[in-house]
């Protein structure tokens, strides 16, 4: 090869377009038994159960603000999450939203048994984490085999809809300070610590209130002891005494959790 084919040759080589060069390809995190385990509903499943599903399942991160699904959309995806919290909310056609349930790690967010079955609510990460999700259809036909899953499913539905049903009842016959009180406790049952990063602006879009009743209902609550509120963090100080002030509004759905986590304790 004389001098001009070796300039050609390394010419040609330089040319050659970015596609040309090797692609990286980057594998999806492991799932593991452990790690699928800390979403209690996944834990309460048998060991074979949930190592069954393990194909199927993906770690995925959940930053604050994503929306897992829309009401009105066919559900893609079921999303276990494990330190992420989730708000499934009503939005009206005027933008104005209420929260209608919250999803931790105690649950399941996004099940459609049906194919082709659309949203009722949307649903929206409140407090950015981890989860574990799926598809659809493989939970479907998981759960047509019969067994701990469906049972388990519907065991969770039973106790979602509690909170839903004492959110609604809150929502007409509570004080804005019973209200505030159930909000952050709700949070509090599904969060590693008792310091939540919220603003006043996010607390009333859930509860449907003005801004002004939050930042006066938060003032009474701190002048009593119960917590400390700086901007975009609020500390529980007084678990016991916001339970005491939140009432019923709190207590029914909290109940129904604790008997959900008994019966599947039993499992």
Known sequence: MNNTQVHATARTARALPLAAKPIKVTSRPVVTYSGAQQNELLAALPREVLESLFEHLELVQLPFGKELFEFGNAMEYVHFPTTAIVSLLYVMEDGATTEIAVVG????????????????????????????????????????KGGALPALLMRYNTALFAQMAQNAVGGRHSSIEQKLCRWLLDRLDRSPSNSLKVTQEMISNMLGVRRESITAAAGKLQDEGLITYRRGN?????????????????????????????????C
């Open 234 to 266: 609020i500390t529980v100080l007084d678990r016991s005494g916001l339970e005491a002030y939140a009432g019923e509004c709190y207590k029914v759905a909290k109940s129904e959790f604790d008997r959900l986590r008994s019966d599947v304790a039993r």
């Open 105 to 144: 790690h105690e649950g399941v967010v996004g099940v459609s048994l049906f194919e082709g079955e659309r949203a009722m609510c949307s649903a929206v990460v409140q407090a950015a984490g981890y989860g574990y999700r799926m598809k659809a259809e493989h939970l479907r036909a998981a759960f047509a």
